[in-house]
């Protein structure tokens, strides 16, 4: 067992001084540092669970193994004060890091707020000068419409009304050629035809084949061939069969 804990003290001691040493030449780097103290805590734990197992007899039989027992005792208790030391030293380094760390975040954010609102104010300008460019031109595009519009309307009213005009003048047209038809068509008749039976005495609609001319009870009746007469139970059963009616 004494063998083991000296083999345990003896890795801790130099694992111990080890790290001390690395630690006072490499503190600048936070990784290094960090490696440094874990070396430096496994030493000093080799160094607790070794010193129980080292025997007690041969230790106090030895004046020079009680010797080195103090003296290890003694650098282990200065070398945990310079522990301690370094330890309360980089606290006080990583609290100012944190505090940097915090300002600098800080004024980013800060300038990022300033970048946010100048670029708001642009946006919002642009936005206006857009909206002010749009009124003026939809102002400009209701005016044009409404003028054309009413230029529509006119040319509209007017093509209107020489439609209209020109159907009248049509249907009048029609209306004189049908009636001068029917004139010479009845004239035709009455000068050609033998006239054997009146329309008007018949009491039911009676048509001209060869005129296409019907009658209807209640006109005035002419002299006409029966070998012509067509007859019809309704107006539409005239009209179906291509004949049209009797202007008087």
């Known amino acids: 067992m004494s063998t083991l804990g000296s083999i345990f003290v003896l890795l801790g001691l130099v694992g ?7 630690l006072i030449r490499q503190r600048k780097h936070p990784l290094t540092k960090r490696l440094n103290l874990i070396i430096l805590v496994g030493g000093l734990v080799l160094l607790i669970a070794g010193g129980p197992l080292v025997d007690t007899k041969a230790a106090s039989g030895s004046p020079q193994q009680t010797s080195s027992t103090s003296k290890t005792k003694a650098l282990s208790a200065k070398q945990q004060r310079q522990l301690k030391s370094e330890k309360a030293r980089g606290k006080v380094l990583l609290a100012a890091k944190a505090k940097k760390t ?6 980013r954010k800060q300038e990022a707020s300033l970048e946010s609102e100048a670029s708001s104010q642009v946006a919002a300008s642009s936005e206006a000068e857009a909206s002010s460019s749009r009124a003026a031109s939809e102002a400009a595009s209701k005016e044009a419409s409404a003028s054309q519009v009413a230029a529509s309307e006119q040319a509209a009213a007017a093509s209107s009304q020489a439609v209209a005009a020109a159907q009248a003048a049509k249907q009048a047209e029609e209306a004189q050629k049908s009636a001068a038809k029917e004139q010479a068509a009845q004239t035709q008749q009455a000068t050609t035809n033998e006239g054997d039976m009146n329309t008007a005495e018949q009491g039911t609609i009676i048509g001209n084949s060869r005129s296409k001319i019907y009658h209807v009870p209640g006109q005035a009746g002419y002299q006409m061939n029966s070998a012509n007469a067509v007859y019809f139970n309704s107006e539409a059963d005239a009209q179906a069969a291509g004949y049209r009616k009797a202007l008087r």
């Open 16 to 22: 111990f001084i080890w790290g001390i040493v690395r």
């Open 102 to 107: 915090s300002e600098l975040k800080a004024l």
